[in-house]
């Protein structure tokens, strides 16, 4: 698949303060790419520096290969969200593609197009200010793929939408992808960004801790947890095989299994005092491997360790 945006070894720091270092990742055409971290983590850092709203210290960005980054062929969704309050919907989303450079006539056309996709249509004439926040975030989102953009860079694009509108927000990134544009998504939405992302880069402190085939990734790192309902002592689960760690709250256990554990094979061995109501064995989630990495329980992975 060939590469839209190559981040290579990019640093910066904010006076004595070391936001981001050594992040190196690159984002395809027609993939969705997730960013994602804990807050503080470095994610807008490695964006804003992306877009050129600062200046790394080192390292280089590149599309298609070339260190000019070409602005107008990039759509961009901040996480501040905000469009001049004043203006008119139709007026605001013309003037965002003009600077894109993009056509006046087309650009009236997919503004019509996408006002009626989010359930907008009859708002052109209505002034920012006059919308909910809801719809001003579908008009800001309208307005950063308006010029069709092949780099499509959105910051927690979902944060304060409603179920249906976040539905709406998914099928249009996912058609954006299927249609080629290369989408670097950042969110803190573990559960969309397993449903929607082809890859991630996971970073913390500013380092990437991950980065890879959200699968592959899955594979690696989210091992078997085994959930048991019913009374039990928690050093005796603690001191079963291949146990790497028990949450208890009440009767619930939850048993974070070592790696590489077969399934059949450990439940086969568990002793047959055990007080069972219920049991469920499951991969972890992404969200739990998230939490693991805010918790410093994953050390950042060598250059290499997953295969992008
Ligand atoms: N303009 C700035 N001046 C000083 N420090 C900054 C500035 N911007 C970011 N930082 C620091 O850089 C680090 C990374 O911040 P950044 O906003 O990139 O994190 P993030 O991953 O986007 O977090 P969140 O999920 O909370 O949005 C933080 O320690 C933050 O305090």
């Not at 600077?99 to 009236?108: N, T, V």
């Not at 927690?156 to 670097?184: C, H, M, W, Y």
């Not at 989210?222 to 009440?250: I, M, W, Y």
Request: hydrophobic fraction near 35%.
């Amino acid at each position: 698949m060939e590469t839209k945006l190559t981040v290579d070894h990019l640093g910066k720091a904010f006076k004595d303060k070391q936001a981001i270092s050594d992040v190196s990742f690159d984002v395809r055409k027609g993939e969705i790419m997730a960013i994602l971290g804990p807050n503080g983590a470095g994610k807008s850092t490695t964006i804003r520096n992306i877009m050129g709203i600062m200046y790394p210290d080192s390292g280089t960005i590149s599309f298609s290969g070339h260190e000019t980054i070409p602005r107008h062929r990039i759509g961009y969704l901040p996480e501040e969200r905000g469009l001049y309050q004043n203006v008119k919907v139709m007026d605001i989303l013309l003037y965002l593609a003009d600077l894109k450079d993009y056509p006046l006539q087309k650009a009236r056309e997919r503004a019509h197009q996408y006002l009626k996709m989010f359930d907008l249509e009859g708002q052109e004439n209505s002034s920012i200010e006059e919308l909910s926040k809801g719809m001003a975030q579908k008009v800001q989102f309208i307005s950063a793929i308006i010029h069709e953009p092949e780099l499509l860079i959105l910051d927690e694009p979902f944060s304060g939408l409603d179920p249906v509108s976040q539905e709406l927000f998914k099928e249009e990134i996912r058609n954006l992808a299927e249609n080629g544009t290369a989408i670097l998504l950042s969110s803190h939405q573990m559960n969309l960004v397993e449903e929607m992302c082809d890859r991630l880069f996971m970073m913390h402190q500013g380092e990437r801790i991950i980065y890879g085939d959200i699968d592959d990734v899955k594979k690696r790192y989210a091992n078997f947890k085994c959930t048991l309902h019913g009374k039990n002592d928690r050093e005796q689960l603690e001191s079963l095989p291949q146990v790497e760690r028990v949450d208890q709250n009440g009767d619930t256990s939850v048993l974070y299994l070592m790696q590489d554990v077969q399934p059949v094979n450990w439940l086969k061995q568990l002793p047959e005092q055990l007080n069972l109501l219920e049991l469920s064995l499951d991969r972890i989630s992404l969200h739990e491997i998230f939490l693991d990495i805010a918790a410093g329980r994953v050390s950042p992975e060598k250059e290499g360790a997953v295969h992008a």
